[in-house]
């Protein structure tokens, strides 16, 4: 693993990125501590959002019904609700 200052990271961060990329884990030590390591995402998938959702309780619902009924409202518009406006600023038609 590299240590690299945060003066060296923002010098060099392109080619930092690069290296992280690559796989490698970068320690950035501002002052004497170090404060932050930088290394490549870990990719995700459905079963770790099923995972990271096993412990969430479904909504309540008065919160379902609320959702449902905002929804509606969405989709119950006019097709075009500029409809009027545009009518006044259509120019007439010549054949």
């Known amino acids: 693993m590299r240590t690299l200052t945060a003066t060296e990271a923002s010098r060099t961060f392109s080619n930092l990125l690069d ?9 950035i030590t501002p002052a004497v ?3 932050a390591e930088i290394g490549p995402a870990r990719r995700r998938s ?12 479904p909504p309540e619902t008065v919160f379902a ?9 969405l989709t119950a518009q006019e097709s075009n609700p ?4 545009c009518s006044r600023y259509q120019r007439p038609h010549h054949i």
Do not use: K
């Open 19 to 27: 290296a992280i990329e690559c796989g490698e884990t970068v320690t």
């Open 33 to 35: 501590h170090p404060v």
């Open 46 to 57: 459905g079963a770790d959002l099923r995972a990271a959702l096993a412990d969430v309780a």
């Open 65 to 73: 019904d609320t959702v449902r009924a905002t929804a509606s409202l």
């Open 82 to 85: 500029w409809a009027d406006v």
